[in-house]
């Protein structure tokens, strides 16, 4: 059986791998708990810098928020580091802003009863909180038991309590684009979800993975990137058709993908809000841990990427865009809600504008006067190169 649960031709090594039409994969693990791998870090290390943001607006405005933690394993890996309910539990009862937050429901679904068990011993080490009322759901696959997390998530008549789905199956089988487009139904909830750029580039020629494939994606658009050759072209086209998949139910989409050595990407973390106040908070994490490009991680440069690299960040599409906005003006705030759409942060709005203002093609047109030189009430106007 393969992650999918497919049947594939299989040969083992001794490594704990198996090599699979000549590729090297490593199954799903199927004791109670396995052990971490850099990776796993570095996905909690993007979810810990999310919740600080989304933690500290949410929680604070609103009475009651929830997070589901739909795949949410057993709490802790073999080799000492917590899982993601551990994260995300601590990462709120340690938040600079608790006294100030309100009810938290944290509600965690998995499959297997014995890491359910794991995780439901592991939570009660945490010190109790009446601010963070935890539920364990009984054990079922997401898919099947959605209403009931949802309801838990909701509670019931309250339709309106903002919601993070945490979507970090161990394949793409685990989240069928309908389960995507439920947690999506309601405005304020949002996903975080763990896509196969591996599995997904490797069953986009295989035609018996096709409807797997059209599942996933909801349609059969991924197609369209067979028409791009290379494995770092073609998996982000069919990237990008996932991401447009989730943008044709009008939600707001980003990405970060975490690579390895030959730095192409092995999967990506997708994030999708019905708010660009959600990629207020999601496209800083981007730029934190890879500030060049605000878009890959790579896992064995890990959360030391940054001080790696002195480069300058790539905003090449930001300032393509702006420059496109020659003999129009346009207010700095709208500025920023399309610079946020297309990933960047409003400090490479203003560095791309300075740039673009040395050379006479951005000026601020009111107002007049200002102790900064884009303030946020400014209308700027833009011209060709002269
Ligand atoms: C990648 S692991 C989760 C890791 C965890 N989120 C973390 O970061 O520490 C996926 C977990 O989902 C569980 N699982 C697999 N299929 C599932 C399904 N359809 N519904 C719910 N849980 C499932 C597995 O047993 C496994 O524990």
New binding site residues.
Partial sequence: MTQDGSTERAGSSTDGFVSIGGQHRMP?PQDTLWRSQPR?LI??QV?RHYLQCWMGKICRSFDQSSIV???????Q?LDGP????L?ISKTFLEHSAFSQFNTLRFIC????AD?REHLTRKMKELPPSPKLKFHSAE???????FEVLDALAHGGSRKDIPTLW?L???NL??VPFELIQKCLRRSRDEVLI?WFSDEIYRFCEDSSKANAMSSHFGGDHWKSALEHKGETARKEALLTAYQDGLRSLGVLTNAVSISSRNETARYSLVFATHDDRGLECFNPVKWRLDPVKGSTINENRGMQQGDLFSELPVVEELRAYLESLAGEAASFLSLVREAQRMGYLEKHLRTTLDELAVDGRAVRETPLKASTRWPAESVIRFYPPA
């Avoid at 917590?82 to 309910?85: A, K, L, M, V």
């Avoid at 054990?139 to 038991?145: V, Y």
């Fill in positions: 799903p796993v996905k909690h979810y933690d739909a795949f949410s394993g057993p709490g890996y917590d899982g993601s309910p994260v679904n998995e499959k297997r890491r054990p079922a696959g997401t898919a099947d038991t945490i970090d199956p161990f089988a685990g763990t």
